[in-house]
């Protein structure tokens, strides 16, 4: 199973940016997908998941500004980012579990300009 993010860039304060990540493998389907995020010096973080196709779960310091999708038939998860801050500056990593396992993507990085 690999995991490649796509999406992540320098925006203003403000501005909007739409995270992509592609799930290729061999396996049924996926109940899991989700977004983490580390800053600098700080510890990985769960940003929003996603089971099934409506049930999601959002961190609450992202909570009305981003909005995790997926995308079954393409084997994807997106997260649009609106209204970003620069407190959402970090490495951006995608996440599945599968078979009792999670695998991570490499990360997209995201930073925001004050």
């Known amino acids: 199973v690999q995991l490649q993010a796509s999406g992540g860039g320098l925006v203003q304060a403000g501005g909007s940016l739409r995270l992509s990540c592609v799930v290729s493998?061999?396996?049924?389907?996926?109940?899991?997908m989700g977004w983490y995020r580390q800053a600098p010096g700080k510890p990985r973080e769960r940003v929003a998941t996603?089971?099934?196709?409506?049930?999601?779960t959002y961190t609450d310091s992202v909570k009305g500004r981003f909005t995790i999708s997926r995308d079954n038939a393409k084997n994807t998860v997106n997260l649009q980012m609106n209204s970003l801050k620069p407190e959402d500056t970090a490495g951006y990593y995608c996440?599945?579990?599968?078979?009792?396992?999670?695998?991570w993507g490499k990360g997209t990085l995201v930073t925001v300009s004050s």
């Open positions: 996603i089971e099934g196709t409506d049930h999601t």
């Open positions: 996440k599945v579990t599968l078979y009792g396992s999670d695998y």
């Open positions: 493998g061999t396996f049924f389907s996926i109940p899991v």
